[in-house]
T-cell receptor, first 118, second 114 residues
Framework: AQSVAQPEDQVNVAEGNPLTVKCTYS??????LFWYVQYPNRGLQFLLK??????LVKGSYGFEAEFNKSQTSFHLKKPSALVSDSALYFC????????????????FGKGTRLHILP | DTGVSQDPRHKITKRGQNVTFRCDPI?????LYWYRQTLGQGPEFLTY????????KSRLLSDRFSAERPKGSFSTLEIQRTEQGDSAMYLC????????????FGPGTRLLVL
């Protein structure tokens, strides 16, 4: 079964500095990987995804993520953080290989709270 | 706004009452998902539909929970005999089936059971 881990509950970054939010995953086959952001009392907003191809994926609001198959990681990055980036970030995975049983769901990590300090 | 909508946004109920939530997906999307999110956790999958067919249900979905999507458009999630442990944010998402499909989420319904 697939799983995803976000090892940091919270990340603090000074405004203007680069940020990284970590994510590792486990799947039987090859993964589809996603990042979502959640602002207070709101639903999740899609940021970016990796399906295949280039390991560096660019998404909304200047975010990007790098797929590393050998390290089974999909870390979210941004070169220069903004105070408005402060939010809860979720990594999610879906297994391309679903075996004998239909399994179209994606599995979310517990989330990482990002604080950008002015 | 043509995104996913959910109604109501907030619901307070007493233990033992029944509640029903509605989700309207993005119009061209054939898949609709329900998730539950509790404080400090990521969304947990409950069930999903492709068109009007309910294709998968999580073990989290006890027999007090039922979901429908009768015409393949909007969906309802009903919780019967609510318990305090049902208090959570209930999220709906929709997508168009395909390789690496992206799920788009609604704003959620926050349920508080007293």
């Amino acid at each position: 079964a697939q799983s995803v881990a976000q090892p940091e509950d919270q990340v603090n970054v000074a405004e203007g500095n680069p940020l990284t939010v970590k994510c590792t995953y486990s799947v039987s086959g090859n993964p589809y990987l996603f990042w979502y952001v959640q602002y207070p009392n709101r639903g999740l907003q899609f940021l970016l995804k990796y399906i295949t191809g280039d390991n560096l994926v660019k998404g909304s609001y200047g975010f990007e993520a790098e797929f590393n198959k050998s390290q089974t990681s999909f870390h979210l990055k941004k070169p220069s953080a903004l105070v408005s980036d402060s939010a809860l970030y979720f990594c999610a995975v879906r297994d391309m290989f679903r075996g004998m049983n239909r399994d179209d769901k994606i599995i979310f990590g517990k989330g990482t709270r990002l604080h950008i300090l002015p | 706004d043509t995104g996913v909508s959910q109604d109501p946004r907030h619901k307070i109920t007493k233990r033992g009452q029944n509640v029903t939530f509605r989700c309207d997906p993005i119009s061209e999307h054939n898949r609709l998902y329900w998730y539950r999110q509790t404080l400090g956790q990521g969304p947990e999958f409950l069930t999903y539909f492709q068109n009007e067919a309910q294709l998968e249900k999580s073990r989290l979905l006890s027999d007090r929970f039922s979901a429908e999507r009768p015409k393949g458009s909007f969906s309802t999630l009903e919780i019967q005999r609510t318990e305090q442990g049902d208090s959570a944010m209930y999220l709906c998402a929709s997508s168009f089936s395909g390789q690496g499909e992206t799920q788009y989420f609604g704003p959620g319904t926050r349920l508080l059971v007293l």
